[in-house]
C-alpha cells in the first residue's frame, strides 16, 4: 500500500461533506437520519464541536440490548464518546490499523478542531483498491511497452 495516501486524499476523492446529529437528539432520530442517509455512523457536534461518534454498534449494544427506547434515549446517552479522530494528513494504512485496533468502521477528520468529514471502512477499501488498480495498469502499461510478453 502507497504509504503517501492520506486521509485528506481520501476526503478530497469522496467530498468533505457529512451530516452530523446533536447531543439532545433521540437515537430514533440519529437511526431514521442514518437510514435516509444511507451511512452507519454520525458524527455527534455541539456547539459546532465534535463531542461523539454514534453508530449501529452503539445502538445495538447501548440501547436494543440494555432494553432501553428508541424514542426517549438521547444520543449523548449512547454515543461513542471522546471520538478517536484523525487530521488529514494521518497515512491511509494508520487509518486502516486505528479502525483495526479499536474496532471502529469510520473515522472523523479533524483539521484543528474543525470537522472536515468521516472516513469510512468503505472508503478506505475503495482507495486502497483504486491505487492497486492504478499500479496494475502501470504495469500492463510497463509490460506491453518494453515488448515483453
Not at 74 to 84: C, D, F, G, K, T
Request: proline share 4%; charged share 20%; net charge neutral.
Amino acid at each position: 500500500m502507497n504509504t503517501n495516501i492520506t486521509a485528506g486524499h481520501v476526503l478530497r476523492a469522496k467530498g468533505y461533506g457529512f451530516h452530523g446529529i446533536g447531543p439532545d437528539s433521540s437515537a430514533y432520530d440519529a437511526l431514521e437520519m442514518m437510514a435516509e442517509k444511507n451511512v452507519g455512523a454520525l458524527p455527534v457536534l455541539e456547539n459546532g464541536l465534535l463531542i461523539g461518534v454514534f453508530s449501529e454498534r452503539d445502538y445495538a449494544r447501548k440501547v436494543i440490548l440494555k432494553g432501553k427506547a428508541s424514542k426517549k434515549t438521547a444520543v449523548r446517552e449512547v454515543m461513542s464518546s471522546p471520538p478517536i479522530h484523525i487530521d488529514p494528513g494521518t497515512s491511509l494504512r494508520e487509518c486502516m490499523v486505528l479502525m483495526t485496533k479499536n474496532r471502529i468502521r469510520h473515522l472523523p477528520v479533524l483539521d484543528k478542531g474543525v470537522l472536515l468529514g468521516i472516513i469510512s471502512i468503505g472508503d478506505a477499501v475503495n482507495a486502497v483498491i483504486s491505487e492497486q488498480q492504478a499500479t496494475i495498469e502501470e504495469l500492463e502499461g510497463y509490460i506491453a511497452g518494453s515488448g515483453y510478453q
